[in-house]
């Protein structure tokens, strides 16, 4: 299998967010993948159901890997579950949480996973980030590039680029 682009989309709100943020890409790096490139670090207000709980520090990386998706999604699931992650819920607060955003173009859904996942599109602590590495990449299902997906978000919730950097941190096009 040759190598996949693959956007993974990584969040933390408990803990020290940054530490764990650097913890997952570290990890990611080491067990499975190659990260080429990483966005900025953004502070975003919770989104969904629970929004009464600590903000999120979010990022987006970029890997190559000639894994499965089924594989990756396996050693992402074991890297969280290593580092503190409890079972899924999008209502609660998270030390991790890594997401398959894009796997390639692929279209994928399953019980295991959905790729391009679903609803990036209304989560502008996705988008901003995304579009940092990869503006002009076509969403596979909605046939629109990241950066006028970001324009139409109707999520108006605070996504605020922060200093922090993630170490190891390839630069992104446009940085001097």
Same mark, same amino acid.
């Given at each position: 299998?040759?190598?996949?682009?693959?956007?993974?989309?990584?969040?933390?709100?408990? *803990?020290?967010?940054?530490?764990?943020?650097?913890?997952?890409?570290?990890?990611?790096?080491?067990?499975?993948?190659?990260?080429?490139?990483?966005?900025?670090?953004?502070?975003?207000?919770?989104?969904?159901?629970?929004?009464?709980?600590?903000?999120?520090?979010?990022?987006?990386?970029?890997?190559?890997?000639?894994?499965?998706?089924?594989?990756?999604?396996?050693?992402?699931?074991?890297?969280?579950?290593?580092?503190?992650?409890?079972?899924?819920?999008?209502?609660?607060?998270?030390?991790?949480?890594?997401?398959?955003?894009?796997?390639?173009?692929?279209?994928?859904?399953? *019980?295991?996973?959905?790729?391009?996942?679903?609803?990036?599109?209304?989560?502008?602590?996705?988008?901003?980030?995304?579009?940092?590495?990869?503006?002009?990449?076509?969403?596979?299902?909605?046939?629109?590039?990241?950066?006028?997906?970001?324009?139409?978000?109707?999520?108006? #919730?605070?996504?605020?680029?922060?200093?922090?950097?993630?170490?190891?941190?390839? #630069?992104?096009?446009?940085?001097?």
């Amino acid at each position: 299998m040759s190598l996949m682009t693959v956007y993974l989309g990584l969040g933390s709100n408990l *803990g020290s967010r940054e530490r764990n943020l650097r913890n997952a890409v570290d990890r990611i790096q080491e067990c499975c993948c190659q990260v080429t490139r990483c966005s900025s670090v953004f502070e975003t207000e919770p989104w969904g159901v629970n929004p009464d709980q600590p903000l999120f520090l979010n990022a987006v990386v970029e890997i190559r890997t000639d894994e499965k998706i089924d594989e990756l999604m396996t050693r992402i699931q074991n890297i969280e579950q290593a580092m503190g992650r409890e079972a899924k819920s999008s209502d609660k607060p998270r030390l991790i949480d890594i997401d398959v955003l894009f796997f390639g173009t692929s279209i994928l859904r399953n *019980g295991y996973v959905t790729v391009p996942h679903p609803r990036l599109e209304l989560r502008r602590f996705v988008l901003e980030p995304l579009n940092e590495l990869a503006p002009d990449f076509i969403h596979p299902t909605l046939n629109l590039p990241v950066s006028r997906l970001l324009q139409q978000c109707p999520d108006t #919730k605070r996504v605020v680029r922060t200093s922090f950097l993630l170490q190891h941190a390839p #630069k992104i096009h446009g940085d001097s």
